[in-house]
Each structure stands twice: as C-alpha cells, then as structure tokens.
C-alpha cells in the first residue's frame, strides 16, 4: 500500500515537474521566436523627441512657436518628484522594484478577464512596457504585440537606469489637447511650469494616459475627477502624500485653462503674423519641413516688437485710407443663417466660427459682429467678446454713407443713405469703437472692412541687413500670402537708380548732361515711344534733376548709352533679379521683383556699397542651446579685450564684398536725397534727418512704390491689388507709398536716430547749376546750387551732351513745354539743336513705366 502510495505521488510529481519543464520551454521557445527579430532598444539612449521650435524677438520675448506634436523636453532631474510619483502611482506603482515586466499585475489582469468572459479587458503594462510600445511597436491589442513588449521592456531594463526610463516616458506620453509629454500638459491645461503644479493638478496630468481622448476637463469633467481622485488615493497608499494632504487636495475644484480658470499660454503671445511665418517658409527650406517642426530650435528674430506695430498701422492706415475713398462696400462675404440668430447664445456660438479676421487693429480693436436686426435708419449688432448692453450695440446711419454696394451684376447701387442699403440681417462685418480724440470716451460703433487694394511693407538696418519689421499685407488671418517676400511685381521708377549706379561706375556723373527728348524704338511688337509722366520733355538735363524729377526719357537714353547688358549686370549683382532680360523697357522696372529684394539693394547704396544679406533671424541654437546659425559673421577685434574701457565702442571688422564703389554709392545717395529735398517726394516725405529715396509707379498706377533710406534704416513699400488693375489717376508711389515711409520712419528716426550720410574719401566737392549742370563758383549760393561730389583725378566735361545715340528726326522736338530764351546746342550726332536756358519741371509725377 505505501509502495503504491509513493508511486502514485511519484508519478503526479513527475508529471507536474515534465508539465513545468514543459511550459518553461515552451514560453522559452515563444519568447525566443518573438524575440528574435524585434526592433532594437539601444536606439532609445539617444532618444531626440519632436519638439516645438520657438521664435523669441530681439527683447527676448516670445513671439511664435511651431510643431508637429506639442512638446516641451524637461530631463528627469527637472521633473519634480511630486510629478514622477503621481504617474508612478497612476501607472506602475511597483516601476522602480520590477524587472520591466510586472508578474502579479499580469496575471491579475488576465483573471480578471476569464472572470468577466473577456467583458473588463485592463490593461497590465508598466511603465517601461508603454515606453517600448511607444517607440518601437505598435498600438494594437495582440498577444504578439504583448509578448513583444515585454521582452524589449526587460532588455531596456538592463539598458537604462529608472530614470532614464521614467524620461523617456513622461517627455513621450500624450496627454491630450496636441500635448505630449507633462512639461507641455503643465502649460496646456494650468499654464504652469512643472515645478507650480499642486498634488492635485499634478494628479489631474496622471490621469490623461488612460483615455486622452476622452478626458477632457470640460466635457468629461466629472469623469476627470474621478480619476483625479484615485490618483491621488494611490499616491496616499504608496506614500507619497500623507493623510492631510490627500483630504485637502480631493477637496478642490477641477481647475483648468479649457475652463477659463486660468488664462491660456496662447494669449501672452501676439497674433501669427508675417513676420514669423516668413521665418518658418525661410527655416523649412534651410532645414527641412520635419526639422524645423521637431527639433526644439530656438530662433532669436531679428524682429523689433515695436516697430513691427508701427509697420503694420502705417500699411493698414493707407490701406483703409484708400479703400474709403473709393466708396465700395463689399464687407467680409460671409453670413450667418437666420436659425442662428434667435439668442444670445445661438449667434456666439456661430459667430465664434466665422472666418474673418481677428488680428487687426487700426485706431483700436477690430471686433467680428452679425447684423442682427435691421431698424428704420440704423442696425442692430451682436459684437464678438462685448457684453450686450440694455439698448444693444448699433450701427448708425450715417456711419453708412461713405459707401455703395456692388450689386450682383457688378455694377455698383446709390451711394447709402440707412444701413439697410449696406447690410442684410445675418451679415458678418467687422466694426471698432469710435472714441473721442480728447478723452477717449466712447462714440458708437463703427463699420470697417479689410481692403481689396493690398501692400507690403519692410524695414531693415542698411549695416546688418537685420529686417526689423514686415507686413506682408493689411491682415494675416485674412491672407496669409506675403506681398513683401512673394508678391512679384514690377519695381517702375524705383529702379532707375541701379541705371544711374551703372552709368555713376563707369565714368559719368550726376553733373553729365543727358538730353530729354521724344524715343521711339522698332520692338517686334511695334513702335514703342517711351515718355515721361508729365507728358513733356526738357532738353538736355544733369542726371541729378534726371532721377530726382524721374525722367523716363533720360533714363532710356542713359541706359542705351551705357549698355543694357551692362545695366543688368549691376541689377543682378546687388540681387534684384537673378537674370534680368537685357531691354530697354526693363531700365523703367517693367521686369518684375520683390520688395524684399528691392529693400536690400536700396541697403547697399546706404552702407557705402557694401554687400548685405536681409535676414529675419540673428541666431538659431538647437534643443542643447548650441548656435548653429549666426547671421552676423563679422569679427569683433577687442569684444573680448580686458583693455576696452567701458563706454568705448570695440573695433569691428567687416570682410563683406564691395558691390559697388563708395563714391558712386555716396554719389547716387546724394542725387536720391535729392529725390526726398526737392524731386517727387519732397511733398510728402520731411524726416528731422538726411533722407534718401525714390518713387515708383508703373503703367496706370499699378504698382505704386517707395524705398527711402537714412544713415542707419532703409525701408520699403509697395501697394496695388493682387489682380494688378490700376489705382486711378491720383495714385503715384509719393501719394500712397510715401506717406507710409513717412509714418513708420518717423517713430524710427526717433527711435534709432540718423545722421549726414558719411561721404567717402576719394574725391572732391563742385558747385554746379542743378538746372543745367555748369560749374558754379565755390562761393555760390541759392536754390540752384549743389554741390556735387566727383571723383580724384577725374575732370568733368560740363560741355558734353549725350543722347544715347538716338536720331533725332525732325517731327521729334527736343523740347515742348518749355519757356523762351532758348540756345543752340551741339548734339552727340553732330546736328545742333535750341534748348530753353533751363529746365521747366511744372508739375512731375513719380515717373513710371511707360
């Protein structure tokens, strides 16, 4: 009996010890099958996370930010501990005892699943286990998916520290709202740096690995705090907070920025404007569209926050301005249906979605708003962000009357006389309060409408090319195209100095007399006969009075003479075009360009001749803070020296290239201030410093320009509609472009100051007759006098005449329009012909393309 006792026991022994050697090899051989050809885990020591590039201006400040998944990167020794041990005790309380894999939770979880027939499937993975399957495997619910993260997780284990582990996680997690990792989370939901949070928001951030999606603070806020409140249970139970602090931390209220409890990261940052979205166009083509989204750069603009605001108000001022005076109502387009506007609620809601845009302010706010209702005279309106007063906000009659409306047909109705005639019930416009210029107390409300006519506009320091401010039109979120970068556009008069800069370089001067008479030239399109804008012509003309009255008939002849090849040439060399067509049309800018471009030529002639590259961005450093870009490559000799005594400034050295010479750029400086003193802009443009610049319009107005620099900042602008159609007879680069300049220099000048442009050795003064270009005694005075700046050991010849080899037919005068007391002059060709004694510039507009 004990015999078979001890047999039967022996047997069930035996076959227990083969069933576990049995099961052993066969998870073994499972293992091993899994195992064999799974991704690998070393990778992760280097782990670089996606995350989010920022855009910081001159002062420091924050200005944009740019990524694919919304990540702030925070080392583990920069997580608090009240942070790791909230996930800990959420996630993985045993995370710092187990091998990566814990036993008992797998095999809780899995008799939990027989006991409920498959109905209440949790979950079992520890921390490590999530962090493979976030890296290197996929989401789904296999058995395959499980058996290989286990394996990767005891591999990383022996890898990786805790800590490192516990970093990778907390940096890769998503917690919702486009927030991966907690240090983002913080910001997201409390606008908090990890080290702010409180047990129970750090509780609330543990909660969101479970079901992101779904648990939101608002939403789902019940079912939030539930979960908050077992998290902090568990950080009780494990420890990590006592019994005190647990009954006061479940206790509080489910605060959040989605509840508007606390104000939201976004809001301390200024609107996206064209500004940073030309750095991110700019960046993606130097680094590529995924590094620039995922590296964690950290780009220093050369943005001045304040200038920036001032461009913006210059362009939208003149914009509007111009716009107003047509008198065309055409409003946003959109409308909102009349089932929306039966309350308060209804029409908020709906006019929170509309698309216009809210980044504009000109003499205040731009508020969105819907027509709500339509009186006898006046309407009724709804205004985003404005509490409903007790007799509701109006729009009144005669705020109408400025406008008419283009009917469907396209043809325009009467000028309004009630609201009625402007607006339908439903209609989104945009309006801003109007104030009292005394006191600032409010008026009524008034309608606005972003302009059809559009513009850019760009300031930059001629010595650096660092672009302090850019609008690339009258409102990002209503176009985001960059009429300063992107629009191409023909330039008209304002490149006609780069025709006077090729004939300054190759021995002519602003003293060389020039005739200004009727062309005409055989093209395979037919006979073109330039002219200049006044419809006249003046005779023989000193180039200096030939840009600053913006003669097209002097420049054609000019450029004939000095060789378009030649002409084009200096325009590609200082970056305007990058192969400029050699025709004579295009010495009048009929080939098209950016302002960019434009702008930072116009730099070269302020600097002396020097080339400078524009750039938005002063530096760039990647996620670990190491300069990987800096714009500014020019050597400062003593910044380092312990011998430079406070308040002196240290020697820099430049190595830039010469474009052009310093005496022809000082000379063409002092032809285009001319151009400012007394020529086409002289109306408009008046700074308390030296001044320089040229006027631009094209064919029908266009394209009206102006770029004008002074010792220090050169600046642009451009307008016309995006479709080019004409602006109308009053529109001229002085009329619309200059007062623009004007405005925004004027608080630059004040801001960075100016001073005389410096003139450069190698040369000596004349006194000329600006009129009709003779040598003038050293000791004359008056209006007529310049004093003209010549190169050493040239010797003006103030008797010669150039026509640009043109023959002059004998229906072709050489002058019209011009008073008695003619004389005969001697011609290039030989013939002679009578001029007045000087000049009668009458009435001249900017000049242009024609």
């Not at 486009?178 to 913080?186: I, P, R």
């Not at 109006?394 to 009467?414: C, E, P, S, Y």
């Not at 395979?524 to 023989?540: D, T």
């Amino acid at each position: 009996m004990i015999r078979f006792v001890l047999s039967f026991f022996g047997a069930i022994f035996t076959l227990v010890t083969l069933g576990i050697a049995v099961l052993a090899l066969s998870i073994g051989a499972v293992f091993w099958i899994y195992g064999r050809d799974l991704p690998s885990h070393e990778s992760l020591a280097n782990y670089k996370p996606a995350t989010i590039s920022r855009i910081y201006s001159g002062e420091g400040h924050m200005i944009d930010e740019f990524a694919k998944e919304r990540r702030l990167f925070a080392p583990a020794d920069e997580i608090p501990e009240l942070v790791k041990q909230a996930f800990i005790s959420a996630e993985d309380k045993n995370f710092y005892t187990h091998a990566g894999y814990d036993t008992r939770g797998i095999a809780a979880a899995a008799f939990e699943a027989v006991k409920s027939r498959g109905q209440n499937v949790r979950g079992a993975s520890t921390i490590t286990q999530q962090v493979m399957k976030n890296f290197l495997l996929s989401a789904d619910r296999k058995i395959e998916r499980k058996i290989k993260e286990i394996i990767l997780a005891a591999r990383l284990e022996e890898t990786l520290d805790k800590e490192q582990i516990l970093e990778l996680y907390m940096n890769e997690i998503f917690l919702g709202q486009n927030s991966y990792g907690v240090a983002a989370a913080s910001q997201t939901y409390f606008n908090k740096t990890l080290a702010e949070l409180t047990p129970h928001e750090a509780a609330m951030l543990a909660a969101m690995p479970q079901a992101p999606s779904k648990y939101h603070p608002v939403l789902a806020k019940e079912r939030v705090t539930q979960r908050r409140d077992y998290v902090l249970r568990e950080m009780k139970e494990n420890g990590y907070i006592d019994q005190a602090t647990y009954e006061y931390e479940v206790q509080q209220p489910l605060r959040s920025v989605q509840n508007g409890d606390f104000e939201g990261f976004r809001t301390s940052l200024p609107p996206r404007d064209y500004f940073t979205e030309e750095i991110r166009r700019q960046l993606k083509d130097d680094f590529g569209d995924g590094e620039f989204f995922t590296g964690g750069f950290t780009v220093r603009a050369t943005i001045d926050e304040e200038m920036q605001t001032v461009a913006a108000e210059s362009l939208r001022r003149q914009l509007e301005r111009y716009d107003r005076g047509r008198g065309i109502w055409h409003g946003t387009e959109d409308n909102i249906p009349a089932e929306s506007l039966t309350d308060e609620a209804s029409w908020r809601e709906a006019l929170r979605g509309a698309d216009v845009p809210r980044d504009v302010v000109l003499n205040g706010q731009w508020y969105p708003a819907v027509v709500l209702e339509m009186g006898a005279q006046d309407a009724r309106i709804g205004i985003e962000g404005v509490d409903e007063d007790a007799d509701g906000h109006w729009i009144v009659a005669k705020d109408v009357q400025w406008a008419r409306k283009r009917n469907r047909d396209g043809t325009l109705g009467r000028k309004a006389q009630v609201a009625d005639d402007l607006l339908d019930v439903g209609d989104v416009v945009l309006v801003r309060a109007m104030t009292n210029d005394d006191d600032g107390s409010f008026i009524r409300w008034t309608l606005r409408q972003v302009s059809d006519v559009q513009g850019g506009f760009m300031a930059m320091d001629v010595n650096t090319g660092r672009v302090l401010a850019m609008q690339g039109g009258f409102s990002y979120q209503d176009s985001v195209f960059n009429r300063a970068t992107q629009a191409q556009r023909q330039p008209g008069s304002s490149f006609k100095p780069f025709v006077y800069a090729a004939a300054l370089d190759s021995g002519y001067s602003p003293a060389t007399i020039v005739v200004d008479a009727p062309i005409e030239v055989n093209t395979p399109q037919g006979l073109w006969r330039p002219r200049n804008s006044s419809n006249k012509f003046y005779g023989p003309t000193p180039l200096r009075t030939g840009i600053e009255q913006s003669r097209n008939l002097m420049t054609i002849r000019l450029a004939q003479e000095v060789g378009m090849y030649t002409v084009a040439n200096y325009a590609e060399k200082f970056g305007v075009y990058d192969d400029m067509g050699p025709y004579l049309a295009n010495a009048l800018g009929s080939e098209e360009t950016t302002l960019y471009k434009m702008v930072a030529a116009y730099a070269m002639f302020a600097n002396g001749g020097e080339r400078v590259e524009p750039t938005l961005v002063d530096r760039i450093q990647d996620r670990y803070g190491k300069t990987i870009y800096r714009h500014d490559q020019r050597d400062c000799v003593d910044c380092n020296s312990a011998a430079l005594q406070p308040g002196s400034t240290p020697r820099i050295v430049s190595d830039r290239e010469r474009v052009m010479d310093a005496v022809t750029a000082y000379q063409l400086t002092s032809m285009m201030k001319g151009v400012v003193d007394r020529g086409t802009a002289s109306g408009v443009v008046k700074l308390p410093v030296p001044t320089a610049g040229k006027t631009g319009t094209t064919n029908e107005a266009r394209d009206v320009w102006f770029i004008g620099f002074t010792s220090n900042i050169v600046a642009g602008c451009y307008i016309g509609y995006d479709r080019p159609r004409p602006l109308g007879r009053s529109a001229y680069g002085s009329s619309l472009c200059g007062p623009v300049f004007q405005s925004f220099m004027t608080e630059a000048t004040e801001k960075y100051g100016g001073g005389p442009f410096e003139v450069p050795p190698g040369g000596y003064f004349i006194k000329i007759d600006r009129f009709t270009g003779g040598r003038l005694p050293d000791s004359a005075s008056g209006p007529n006098v310049v004093a003209e700046y010549f190169r050493d050991g040239t010797h003006p010849d103030f008797g010669r005449t150039y026509d640009g080899g043109f023959a002059m037919g004998s229906n072709l005068p050489l002058v019209e329009g011009v008073g008695g007391g003619g004389r005969q002059v001697k011609t290039s060709t030989g013939g002679t012909a009578v001029v007045g004694p000087k000049a009668n510039f009458g009435t001249v507009s900017s000049g242009g393309l024609y």
